[in-house]
């Protein structure tokens, strides 16, 4: 079992910068593909950016086009933190922000439904 806690949300303006983390339970954090998602209110839930596991210590990054550029996605293995960098907000970033893992590596890490384990989300509104 994993248990995800996401924190470092908050209302910010657009061009502002946040940082979200997601402490994770479990002894296989180091071999867990991680991902952030984000749902905006009457939106479906929709990938941001995942770390996936290849293997050993090996990771590669994947971010949803609407992101990539100005949000980065990294992991402290020491510490069971994935953490989401994001720069440059927008209005439309406003969402409840999720963190989610899946043991082991997946070649569907866009999808929510490759993920096991999710957190309770946290709030980012971005005003205009």
């Not at 079992?1 to 924190?7: G, R, T």
């Not at 061009?15 to 180091?30: E, I, K, Q, W």
């Not at 992991?75 to 440059?88: E, G, H, P």
Request: a positive charge; charged letters at 15%; one cysteine or more.
């Amino acid at each position: 079992q994993v248990q995800l806690v996401e924190s470092g949300g908050g209302l910010v303006q657009t061009g502002d910068s946040l940082r979200l983390s997601c402490a994770a339970s479990g002894p296989t954090f180091s071999s867990t593909t991680m991902g952030w998602f984000r749902q905006a209110p009457g939106k479906e839930r929709e990938v941001v950016a995942a770390i996936i596991w290849t293997g050993g210590n090996t990771y590669y990054t994947d971010y949803a086009d609407t992101v990539k550029g100005r949000f980065t996605i990294s992991r402290d293995n020491a510490k069971n933190t994935v953490y989401l960098q994001m720069t440059s907000l927008k209005p439309e970033a406003t969402a409840n922000y999720y963190c989610a893992a899946v043991t082991g590596r997946t070649t569907t890490s866009r999808l929510v439904y490759a993920y096991t384990y999710w957190g309770q989300g946290t709030q980012v509104p971005v005003s205009s």
